[in-house]
């Protein structure tokens, strides 16, 4: 008796060096690929699994799907296809693939600020030199500095490694303090902290304003869900030192840009470095555009030339998970919302 062949549509613009590593995963793979936005009907007919950016069929559409995996970490936006909400789909991310990437990232926004980097192209721009400049710029040692992470996830552990070696102090808030270590059933994307050994302390979610106090930098990396919606607000702005940076590269919503306008504009907080918003694009008539203690980057922390490779790696190494029936990487937690 011959095993079960399963159909693969992938809406997606993959290389055929990808398409041809994704195929060699096993004969038992009839993998189809098509633009994204041009998925035809009958494909979702026939497909037990998905591989999409955002294409969705319902659940008429695709009644032979199981399993769909997504090309980014982030599901806020997804989880209300009624496709992905179906109790017999597996939904899966690509997260850990933005790992080392958005740890790099948030490095350099720290010591951007660290090192007063924007005043220094204002000053560039304008042609000045600054009267005394050595009293002006003289940062303290990075070392001994701490890193406040909300969310202490793959990108978290991440930023974590690299901070550590600078010889920064990290803390983080974590949904469960308890258990530190990183999940076997998550796909590593970088080296990071799989132990959850690098942090002086585990916060819980609902001590941030009390982390807050301890940070030079306070970085969001938590999925956006019901319980972190605003979970930066204004109490934990105000705990925040008058020295300290803000930066988020998680999801808008996780903090309040009402609240954080009005530290940034008093300066309650030194700065924030924004690679996501409430809004996005942001308004060109947003407060933030204008304001000298901001770096924005329009949700580009992410991205790498590699990237197509990286997310494909996850695929591939769950298509054989698939195939062999053991447990996927990155499964959504539906219930959870991440």
């Known amino acids: 008796m011959s095993e079960r062949v399963y159909n693969v549509v992938l809406a997606m613009d993959f290389s055929e060096q990808i398409l041809d590593q994704i195929r060699a995963v096993s004969p038992r793979l009839s993998v189809r690929q098509f633009p994204p936005g041009k998925v035809p009907p009958e494909a979702y007919t026939i497909a037990d699994i998905l591989y999409t950016v955002r294409d969705f069929p319902t659940p008429e559409q695709a009644p032979h799907l199981r399993w ?56 560039q721009q304008k042609a000045h030199w600054p009267q005394r400049p050595h009293d002006l710029y003289r940062p303290p040692d990075v070392r001994g500095r701490v890193l406040g992470i909300v969310g202490y996830g793959t990108i978290a552990r991440e930023l974590a490694r690299v901070a550590a070696a600078l010889g920064v ?61 605003h979970c930066v607000n204004a109490e934990v702005l105000r705990a925040m030192k008058p020295s300290s940076v803000l930066i988020n590269i998680a999801r808008g919503p996780l903090v309040d840009e009402a609240a954080l306008i009005d530290a940034l504009r008093s300066q309650q907080i030194a700065g924030a470095a924004l690679d996501v918003f409430e809004t996005e694009p942001l308004p060109a008539d947003s407060p933030l555009w204008a304001l000298e203690n901001v770096i924005i980057s329009p949700h580009t922390a992410g991205n790498s030339v590699g990237y197509h490779e990286k997310a494909a790696a996850i695929f591939i190494e769950n298509l054989q998970r698939f195939i062999e029936k053991k447990p996927l990487l990155n499964v959504v937690r539906k219930e959870d919302g991440y």
């Not at 982390?211 to 972190?228: F, H, R």
Request: hydrophobic share 40%; net charge negative.
């Open 169 to 229: 102090r990290v803390l983080a808030t974590k949904r469960d303090p308890k258990h530190p270590a990183e999940g076997s059933d998550e796909y590593r994307g970088a080296v990071g902290d799989p132990t959850g050994e690098i942090p002086d302390r585990l916060y819980p979610p609902a001590a941030l304003a009390l982390m807050a106090k301890e940070c030079d930098w306070l970085v969001v990396t938590a999925p956006l869900t019901q319980e972190t919606l």
């Open 68 to 123: 769909i995996q997504l090309n980014y970490a982030g599901v806020d936006g997804i989880l209300t296809q009624p496709i992905a909400q179906a109790k017999e789909v597996t939904l899966t991310t690509a997260s850990g693939v933005h790992a080392e990437t958005i740890a790099n990232y948030c490095l350099m926004m720290m010591l951007a600020f660290h090192y007063q980097l924007p005043r220094m192209i204002r000053d």
